[in-house]
């Protein structure tokens, strides 16, 4: 269940970065458009609407049409056969039955607790393509393209390659890391994102080590932050307080995009001494590979291990 929130929290990022490339490549289908703050604007709006949907209560009905459309368009993407909530929750009912064994009531709840994840799952999924489909349509897009729009706006789980399924059954997110890298070389070809979010976490970063406290070892707790959290997240030390310093926020950074970030925290803890040279860059590599390869490499502790993880199915 976690995952809805992180992935959430990546996948907004992502389609807002995205979708200011699509308004500023020329040829493009937002050209010129405002549909960024549309976008931040809608997302709320539709969440609550297919929440509620989810559990069989009516939408708003401006909403609602636009959801017929989104779909009939073909905008929706990702587990789009989920039940609706209300059904999954009879089904629950119905396998408490007296007349159900003790292994096939457990059974039978863990299955439908599994839909009943997909079926939230699939709410905040779509609300970020649905909110995106609203906002093209508002801004005099064609339902065709709106539709394109939001099924790209982030990784479009339905398209792959002549081996996607077959790749992506080997190697788990195979599909959605190949996807991820080719839509961030669209975004990047018409922004200087990169620059833009090596400075802002290179002054977080700053930020952080002025404001975290140091542990007995007179080591500070934000030195002490594994680098695998640091490699996918934004970290905001919080001050004083019961945590004495030690306390810290991460908030999850789309794949792709947070290589740069990282940039700018590693170049920033090298100024402080708190990394060696080639220790930054050995985080820069992780961080790359991670971000970039449709493999995953894991972490290990010798070389023999990391690519044994590599070449492993999944």
Same mark, same amino acid.
């Given at each position: 269940p976690e995952f809805v929130l992180s992935n959430f929290s990546r996948d907004i990022q992502a389609a807002l970065f995205n979708a200011a490339a699509e308004a500023e490549i020329e040829g493009g289908i937002l050209n010129g458009t405002g549909v960024v703050k549309d976008i931040m604007r809608l997302t709320p709006q539709t969440l609550k609407a297919l929440l509620k949907g989810s559990i069989g209560k009516d939408m708003d009905p401006l909403i609602a049409k636009y959801f017929e459309d989104f779909q009939a368009d073909g905008g929706r993407t990702g587990w789009a056969y989920a039940k609706d909530l209300e059904t999954i929750a009879k089904e629950i009912e119905s396998e408490t039955s007296d007349e159900k064994t003790t292994a096939q009531k457990i059974i039978g709840k863990a299955k439908n607790f599994g839909k009943l994840v997909e079926g939230v799952n699939d709410a905040f999924e779509n609300s970020i393509r649905l909110s995106a489909y609203i906002a093209a349509?508002?801004?005099?897009?064609? =339902?065709?393209?709106?539709?394109?729009?939001? #099924?790209?706006?982030?990784? $479009?789980?339905? #398209?792959?390659?002549?081996?996607? %399924? *077959?790749?992506? @059954?080997?190697? +788990?997110?195979?599909?959605? *890391?190949? %996807?991820?890298?080719? =839509?961030?070389? =669209?975004? !990047? !070809? @018409? %922004? #200087? &994102?990169?620059?833009?979010?090596?400075?802002?976490?290179? +002054?977080?970063? &700053?930020? $952080?080590?002025?404001?975290?406290?140091?542990?007995?070892?007179?080591?500070?707790?934000?030195? #002490?932050?594994?680098?695998?959290?640091k490699e996918r997240n934004l970290i905001i030390m919080i001050p004083g307080g019961a945590g004495g310093g030690k306390d810290y926020i991460k908030i999850p950074m789309p794949y792709g995009f947070n290589v740069f970030a990282n940039l700018g925290s590693a170049a920033t803890e090298v100024g402080y001494g708190i990394k060696e040279i080639d220790e930054s860059l050995l985080f820069l590599f992780n961080s790359f590979v991670s971000s970039f390869s449709p493999i995953s490499f894991g972490q290990s502790e010798n070389i023999g291990k990391y690519a044994l993880k590599a070449i492993s199915p999944t």
């Open positions: 349509r508002e801004n005099g897009v064609s =339902r065709e393209k709106a539709a394109q729009f939001a #099924k790209n706006i982030t990784v $479009n789980f339905n #398209k792959h390659g002549e081996w996607g %399924q *077959s790749l992506n @059954a080997v190697y +788990l997110f195979f599909n959605a *890391s190949v %996807q991820g890298t080719a =839509r961030l070389g =669209r975004s !990047l !070809l @018409a %922004q #200087k &994102m990169a620059a833009g979010l090596a400075i802002f976490n290179s +002054l977080l970063t &700053m930020l $952080n080590i002025a404001l975290s406290d140091d542990d007995e070892d007179d080591i500070s707790f934000y030195e #002490k932050i594994p680098d695998y959290v």
